[in-house]
C-alpha cells in the first residue's frame, strides 16, 4: 500500500472519529458550564422557626431570581411562614413565603409560589421562556434529593418530552424524587424554565411548573396569599426565542468484552449480575457487586471462582475458568470525572445506557446496609435493657424478650445502651452475632445471624419505579451519584466517559432518582490489593 493511500485512510478515519467525539465533549462542556453558571443560586430549604430556631417542616429545593425572590412550588409552602435557605456555598439566608396559586378544583395546578430573602446579597439566575420549549429540547435538573440528605445538589439531563401537556406542566425525562420539589430546571444556556412539580411511576414522567407562570402572575405573588382561582392582575410576557432542539446526540460506541452476564445462588435464588471484565498481566480478572453474588458463581456454561470480597466498597474479584478475549485494561484506567460527565454503560448485549455524573464524591453512612437484630434497648439505658422486639426479625426469632439485658456481644462488654449501638453500627447484614443476655437470674448466649433491615415502602411513586432500589445501597465512602437508569440486577458493569476511557463501576440503583458508581481508580485499588 502506498504512503499517500495510508494517509488517506487514517485521515477518512479522523475525520469519522472526530464528529462524534466533537459531539459528545461539546454537549459535555455545555452542561458543565451550565452548572458553574447557575448552581450558585440553586438553594436547599427547610420550614424554620426564628424564634425557637427549630426546623418545621420537610426539606424541599428552590432557586434564586432578581432581586432576591425565590422561586418554587406551592405544596411546600405556606404563605406567611418563614425558611431556612441554605446555599450550595454554605450560607444561609431566611426567607418568607410571600404567595401561591392552588386551584380550588385541583391543588396541584398549577402549583406556582413566590417567596423572598429578607436581607442580603445573593446569587440569582436568569429566567427564560416556556413558551419557546421544543419538544427534544435539552433540559438540566439542579435539585436537593432528600434521600441523599446533603448540602450539595445532584444534577440530571433530560429532553423535554411534551412543551405543555394537557394538565399546564412541562413533560420531561430530568428525573425527580421527594425533596427535589420546586427545584428548577434549565435550558443549556443556563436559563430558567421551569420548577420541579410532580412525578409519576415511570422514570420518564416528571412534570415541571412552566417559568411563564411566575413571570404572568409575579405581581399577585407578592401578597401573602393562596389564590385558589387565577389572579387577576397579570404581566405581559416578553416572547423569547427557542433553543433549538437536541437532534445529534452522542453515541454510546463498542465496548465489546468489557462486560458480562454472571448467574449466582443467593439466598437460595438464581440471581443475574453484571460483571466488568479486565485484563491484567495477561490474567482474565472480573469485578462485581458482591453483596449479588453468592458462593457459586457461573458466566454461561464457564464457572467462575471467588478470590476476594471487600464489605467497605461491596466489591468482589472472579477469575472465570477460561480466559476470556478483550478485557479493560487495568494500566490507565482512571478518568476525571465531575457533576455534568457524560457516562455510557454496557449491559452485556447491544444495549448500552447513558447519563451524567450527578454529584460527589460524597460519603453515604451505613443505614440500609447495616446488620439487622431487631432488639432494641431503650435510649440512653444503663444497663442495655431491651424495650422492643420486632416481629419476624432475628431477634424474636431467637426468642429474645423485652426486658432482657444484653451484657455481650461478639466479645465486647456492653454496659449501655451506647455501647449496643456502637457495636450494631459496624455489622453488616449476614455477619454472626454472639450474643450474652441477663434474663432474671438466668445468664443466656446465643449465636444470631443478622439479616438485612426491613424496607419502609413509602405510598409515593418514587417508592415504586421498575425494579426497584438495591438491597445495599449505603455504608459508601467518596462514592459517586449518576442519573443513570439501572435495575439492581444491572449493576456491577463498567462506565466509560465521553472519551470511551474506563471511569468506574456502577455500585447501586439507590434511589429513583440516583445511581451509584465507585471510580475507576477505587475497583484499580481494589485489584490490585489482591493481585500483587
Not at 456481644?409 to 454496659?415: D, E, K, P, Q, V
Request: glycine share 8%.
Amino acid at each position: 500500500m502506498t504512503r499517500p493511500y495510508c494517509l488517506f485512510i487514517a485521515l477518512v478515519l479522523l475525520v469519522s472519529w472526530i464528529p462524534q467525539r466533537t459531539v459528545a465533549q461539546n454537549l459535555q462542556s455545555a452542561i458543565q458550564k451550565t452548572i458553574a453558571k447557575v448552581k450558585p443560586a440553586c438553594v436547599r430549604l427547610w420550614g424554620f422557626d426564628t424564634l425557637q430556631q427549630v426546623r418545621t417542616s420537610a426539606q424541599f429545593s428552590a432557586v434564586v431570581v432578581k432581586d432576591n425572590y425565590i422561586l418554587t412550588a406551592a405544596h411546600v409552602t405556606i404563605p406567611g411562614n418563614t425558611y431556612k435557605v441554605m446555599f450550595p456555598d454554605g450560607r444561609e439566608a431566611i426567607a418568607i413565603a410571600l404567595g401561591k396559586i392552588e386551584l380550588a378544583d385541583d391543588k396541584t395546578r398549577p402549583d406556582v409560589a413566590l417567596m423572598k430573602i429578607l436581607k442580603g446579597n445573593w446569587p440569582q439566575v436568569e429566567t427564560g421562556s416556556s413558551a419557546a420549549l421544543q419538544k427534544l429540547q435539552p433540559c438540566l435538573s439542579i435539585a436537593y434529593p432528600e434521600s441523599l440528605n446533603q448540602t450539595q445538589p445532584t444534577v440530571r439531563l433530560g429532553k423535554v418530552t411534551d412543551p405543555l401537556n394537557s394538565r399546564g406542566f412541562i413533560h420531561s425525562t430530568c428525573l425527580m424524587e421527594p425533596g427535589d420539589s420546586g427545584g428548577p430546571l434549565f435550558d443549556l444556556a443556563g436559563k430558567l424554565i421551569g420548577l420541579h412539580s410532580a412525578i409519576e411511576v415511570p422514570e420518564a414522567d416528571n412534570y415541571d411548573i412552566p417559568i411563564d407562570l411566575y413571570q404572568k402572575y409575579r405581581a399577585a405573588l407578592q401578597q401573602p396569599v393562596v389564590y385558589h382561582n387565577w389572579p387577576e392582575t397579570v404581566s405581559n410576557i416578553k416572547p423569547r426565542k427557542a433553543l433549538p432542539a437536541l437532534t445529534d446526540q452522542p453515541k454510546a460506541g463498542n465496548y465489546e468484552g468489557a462486560c458480562v452476564k454472571l448467574n449466582s445462588r443467593l439466598d437460595v435464588k438464581s440471581q443475574v449480575v453484571m460483571g466488568t471484565v479486565f485484563s491484567y498481566k495477561g490474567q482474565t480478572l472480573i469485578v462485581s457487586k458482591s453483596s449479588l453474588i453468592g458462593n457459586s458463581v457461573m458466566m454461561g456454561q464457564t464457572p467462575v471462582s471467588i478470590i476476594a470480597r471487600d464489605l467497605n466498597t461491596d466489591l468482589v474479584l472472579l477469575r472465570p475458568a477460561a480466559t476470556l478475549k478483550g478485557g479493560i485494561k487495568l494500566e490507565g484506567t482512571d478518568s476525571n470525572i465531575q457533576a455534568g460527565s457524560f457516562l455510557f454503560a454496557p449491559l452485556a448485549d447491544t444495549s448500552t445506557i447513558s447519563g451524567i455524573i450527578s454529584g460527589g464524591p460524597l460519603d453515604l453512612p451505613k443505614t440500609n446496609s447495616a446488620g439487622f437484630l431487631g432488639a432494641t434497648p431503650m435510649h440512653n439505658s444503663s444497663p442495655a435493657k431491651v424495650y422492643f422486639v420486632r416481629a419476624g426479625s432475628p431477634a424474636a426469632l431467637n426468642e429474645i424478650k423485652t426486658g432482657d439485658i444484653v451484657t455481650m456481644l461478639n466479645g465486647a462488654s456492653i454496659t449501655d445502651a451506647d455501647a449496643f449501638a456502637d457495636v450494631m453500627s459496624k455489622s453488616w447484614p449476614g455477619d454472626t452475632l454472639k450474643i450474652k443476655l441477663k434474663r432474671g437470674a438466668e445468664e443466656i448466649e446465643k449465636t444470631i445471624i443478622l439479616t438485612y433491615p426491613p424496607d419502609i415502602i413509602h405510598d409515593h411513586p418514587a417508592e415504586h419505579f421498575a425494579g426497584g432500589k438495591s438491597r445495599r445501597r449505603d455504608g459508601f465512602r467518596q462514592i459517586y451519584t449518576s442519573d443513570l437508569i439501572l435495575k439492581p440486577g444491572q449493576c456491577g458493569g463498567p462506565i466509560f466517559d465521553a472519551r470511551r476511557h474506563f471511569c468506574g463501576l456502577n455500585i447501586a440503583r439507590y434511589s429513583r432518582a440516583n445511581s451509584l458508581l465507585i471510580k475507576a481508580a477505587d475497583v484499580k485499588q481494589f485489584i490490585l490489593m489482591v493481585i500483587k
